[in-house]
């Protein structure tokens, strides 16, 4: 994971058509998806950031793990993502290093992505995503 790009930064957001707004109208992001993400429990919107994405999601139920960790807040910041480009040999390699996972095996992602998440308590309390893209 060495100079990894950066993939995403994934916001959770209580409005998701006021903070798409925020970020399209007033901060001129341009949009790149809308999708739900079954696996996650969300809908998802990415903003292009350079080569990087802004994620807003919106948990899809008030009792999921996402909607109890940005509690009342209008947002929180959720995770940092890093592209890799082959997701079992980092979460093997990473795995051997001592770092604990929360995925042991990698799980589908918004936009067609390839995703696992590393445990916070292994990346000083920043939960992690290792994200191999679809192409
Ligand atoms: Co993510």
Redesign the pocket.
Known sequence: MIDAPL??I?IVVKDLDATVALYTETLGFSRVYREIVAD?DVE?VGLRAGDAVI?L?RPLSEDSPIAKFRGDAATKL??T?YRVDDIRAELARLKAAGVRLIDDEPRP??HG?T?AFLHPKSTGGVLI?L?QRSV
């Open positions: 993939d995403h994934a996650q998802a994620e999601l959720h995770h993502a992602g918004a992505n995703i995503e994200c």
